[in-house]
T-cell receptor, first 115, second 112 residues
Framework: DTGVSQNPRHKITKRGQNVTFRCDPI?????LYWYRQTLGQGPEFLTY????????KSRLLSDRFSAERPKGSFSTLEIQRTEQGDSAMYLC?????????????FGPGTRLLVL | SQELEQSPQSLIVQEGKNLTINCTSS?????LYWYKQKYGEGLIFLMM?????EEKSHEKITAKLDEKKQQSSLHITASQPSHAGIYLC????????????FGKGTKLTVNP
């Protein structure tokens, strides 16, 4: 399967701990996106990369959140000093990019529970 | 307020019945995407609509875009239990933006 993959699929952590999630996009896709989804809501945009450059960040992405895509391939999303409000599904997507933007294909998500 | 409103919020139908899900935007739609999500899983891409009046079909699912009404509909013909899940519409409301905004989803249950 050459789709978007995310690891881990589930993460339980205690409040105050740091967590890191990984996303591997579809291999030829140069754009990578992070979204957050809480129960009963649609995904909310967090940030996106074109190759290794982070081009847009939502105001939802507080100072405790940092995302990287160092070599323009996989990406990591780190949350420092987790809070219970960070509990959510974190979704990664990738696309070919272009004008107009191409379809975003999503991974299976990482479900985070902060106790 | 929500940029994309989906209706209904949930839908229960008998297998074999037709159904329609609507997605209405408070802003101009530059691109409209339909996804399906099983509980606790990622989003599966269904269809993308970009031009007013555009209509696309795949198997028993048809999606239409009404640019003037800033609205899209998803129609399922002869529903099957495999159609069950949460249907989400997502859109580019800024024009050429990489950021998609999503509705809250419509939960579909198909009873055999």
């Amino acid at each position: 399967d050459t789709g978007v993959s995310q690891n881990p699929r589930h993460k339980i952590t205690k409040r105050g701990q740091n967590v890191t999630f990984r996303c591997d996009p579809i291999s030829e896709h140069n754009r990578l996106y992070w979204y957050r989804q809480t129960l009963g809501q649609g995904p909310e945009f967090l940030t996106y990369f074109q190759n290794e450059a982070q081009l847009e960040k939502s105001r939802l992405l507080s100072d405790r959140f940092s995302a990287e895509r160092p070599k323009g391939s996989f990406s990591t999303l780190e949350i420092q000093r987790t809070e219970q409000g960070d509990s959510a599904m974190y979704l990664c997507a990738s696309s070919l990019g272009g004008v107009p933007p191409e379809t975003q294909y999503f991974g299976p998500g990482t479900r985070l529970l902060v106790l | 307020s929500q940029e994309l409103e989906q209706s209904p919020q949930s839908l229960i139908v008998q297998e074999g019945k037709n159904l329609t899900i609507n997605c209405t935007s408070s802003k101009t739609l530059y691109g409209l995407y339909w996804y399906k999500q099983k509980y606790g899983e990622g989003l599966i891409f269904l269809m993308m609509l970009q031009k007013g009046g555009e209509e696309k079909s795949h198997e028993k699912i048809t999606a239409k875009l009404d640019e003037k009404k800033q609205q899209s509909s998803l129609h399922i013909t002869a529903s099957q239990p495999s159609h069950a899940g949460i249907y989400l519409c997502g859109a580019d409301t800024q024009g050429g933006s990489e950021k998609l905004v999503f509705g809250k989803g419509t939960k579909l249950t198909v009873n055999p």
